[in-house]
């Protein structure tokens, strides 16, 4: 079937999947804008129907609230699904991975998976964060708080690295850029298990504001560096107060994607740099 795709033209491959995309929904394979997480109930639960001695499971109603599958015994499952680079070894679906929960343990916590959406509960979609901590006790949020905190600091620490490597690839650009300025816009977040639960809210959602901040200058010096070599000569006489940064600027934001960073962002990373 590969060598088939291969003879395809561009063309033919986009309508190609286009076909398939629907033919799953008519299927009912694919009913949600989540293609991943659909694909992974559909294989996680034709395994288990498969397999010899697991329970058989079926589809969970629709709307059904953290609830994916259900056994004919009335157990109710959580399928988590994720997609990257590692062939799964269920399926040999490239880059397509599941993991079942037990309904009772993913809601107490005890599995890896917190309840739905917690440990993305101060990411940029604003998932309902009352909602994922509803029910919880005090000292639940403060530990679960703790972890989202620390998982945020180790993922800043990471950025920080990713920025200063963006930085050194423009340490030669024949324009001058104040990293300086760009940084003093960033905030140092620490905290201590003495602090009150709301205290360490605010600081998860100030760290998610940090990694945010992180990754859009992170993804415009690289767009920065990516401009460079196209910028033109300055022609003598030239109006342009500083020509060679005035394309840059522009390059900037006509080849930055605004899915990654919105185009008010950009103008304001660029000014600062300015």
């Not at 009772?104 to 979609?125: C, D, H, M």
């Not at 905190?149 to 930085?167: G, S």
């Not at 992170?218 to 767009?223: A, D, F, W």
């Amino acid at each position: 079937m590969t060598n088939d795709l291969n003879r395809l033209s561009d063309t033919e491959l986009i309508e190609a999947h286009s076909t398939v995309i629907r033919l799953l929904k008519e299927r009912g394979i694919i009913h949600s804008k989540n293609v991943i997480g659909d694909l992974g109930e559909y294989l996680a639960i034709k395994y288990y129907h498969e397999t010899p001695k697991l329970p058989k499971l079926q589809p969970a109603p629709p709307n059904t609230k953290n609830v994916d599958a259900l056994s004919a015994n009335g157990d109710r499952y959580n399928i988590k699904s994720t997609a990257g680079r590692v062939t799964s070894a269920f399926w040999g679906t490239k880059g397509l991975s599941f993991i079942f929960v037990p309904h009772e343990e993913f809601i107490q916590g005890k599995s890896y998976f917190s309840k739905l959406n917690s440990v993305l509960a101060w990411s940029p979609g604003k998932p309902d964060i009352v909602a994922n901590l509803l029910g919880r006790t005090l000292e639940q949020k403060i530990k679960l708080v703790i972890r989202e905190l620390d998982m945020f600091l180790t993922l800043i620490c990471e950025l920080k690295a990713q920025y200063e490597e963006a930085k050194v690839s423009l340490r030669q650009a024949p324009i001058r850029l104040n990293f300086e300025a760009l940084e003093r816009c960033h905030t140092e977040i620490s905290y201590t298990v003495q602090e009150s639960y709301p205290e360490l809210l605010a600081k998860c959602e100030q760290a998610r504001s940090e990694m945010r901040r992180f990754n859009e200058e992170i993804e415009v010096l690289k767009t920065i560096k990516s401009a460079l070599p196209n910028i033109t000569k300055p022609r003598e006489g030239s109006i342009l107060a500083n020509p060679t940064e005035e394309q840059v600027a522009w390059l900037t934001l006509e080849w930055q994607p605004k899915y990654e960073v919105k185009e008010k962002r950009i103008r304001e990373i660029l000014r600062t740099l300015a």
